[in-house]
């Protein structure tokens, strides 16, 4: 089996639908889900088509706890992050997913958490954007990105 971060889309149709992503590379693998409506994550991919990805503000898709005390600082609790930055200037670039399951222990932390980067490219993220747009309108039921190597 190839390196690879899956996506699948569950539309509820009112708005709190789910996100479940999949990944492996080598022998590890992980699995996380996020709530949100088709039409933020179609916003959020919008970012992923931008030429260059720059390193200091990739293009991301997270969920997570908001920390009301300072709701513009971002989240208080990450249960899933996917970004794209640069790898080298050669237009090889870095898929990155983090997953975690929404449980603090006693020491303040997620007790399961996993995260894996592949290797990728701006034409397989072209192709990526489309394909998850196609599953957001109900048209693919998965997509899959695998790891470009060279």
């Given at each position: 089996?190839?390196?690879?971060?899956?996506?699948?889309?569950?539309?509820?149709?009112?708005?709190?639908?789910?996100?479940?992503?999949?990944?492996?590379?080598?022998?590890?693998?992980?699995?996380?889900?996020?709530?949100?409506?088709?039409?933020?994550?179609?916003?959020?991919?919008?970012?992923?088509?931008?030429?260059?990805?720059?390193?200091?503000?990739?293009?991301?898709?997270?969920?997570?706890?908001?920390?009301?005390?300072?709701?513009?600082?971002?989240?208080?609790?990450?249960?899933?992050?996917?970004?794209?930055?640069?790898?080298?200037?050669?237009?090889?670039?870095?898929?990155?997913?983090?997953?975690?399951?929404?449980?603090?222990?006693?020491?303040?932390?997620?007790?399961?958490?996993?995260?894996?980067?592949?290797?990728?490219?701006?034409?397989?993220?072209?192709?990526?954007?489309?394909?998850?747009?196609?599953?957001?309108?109900?048209?693919?039921?998965?997509?899959?990105?695998?790891e470009v190597i060279?």
């Amino acid at each position: 089996m190839k390196n690879h971060i899956a996506f699948v889309f569950y539309d509820d149709g009112e708005g709190d639908s789910a996100l479940v992503v999949s990944f492996h590379a080598k022998n590890f693998s992980g699995r996380g889900v996020a709530y949100f409506d088709a039409e933020n994550i179609s916003l959020m991919l919008d970012s992923f088509s931008v030429y260059p990805i720059l390193s200091e503000k990739p293009p991301k898709i997270e969920w997570g706890t908001i920390d009301l005390s300072n709701p513009k600082g971002g989240l208080k609790e990450e249960h899933l992050h996917f970004s794209v930055w640069p790898l080298d200037t050669k237009g090889h670039l870095v898929a990155s997913i983090r997953a975690a399951v929404p449980y603090v222990n006693i020491a303040g932390r997620f007790q399961y958490h996993a995260s894996v980067d592949i290797s990728t490219t701006y034409a397989a993220m072209t192709q990526f954007v489309e394909d998850m747009k196609s599953m957001l309108r109900g048209e693919l039921s998965e997509v899959v990105l695998e790891e470009v190597i060279g």
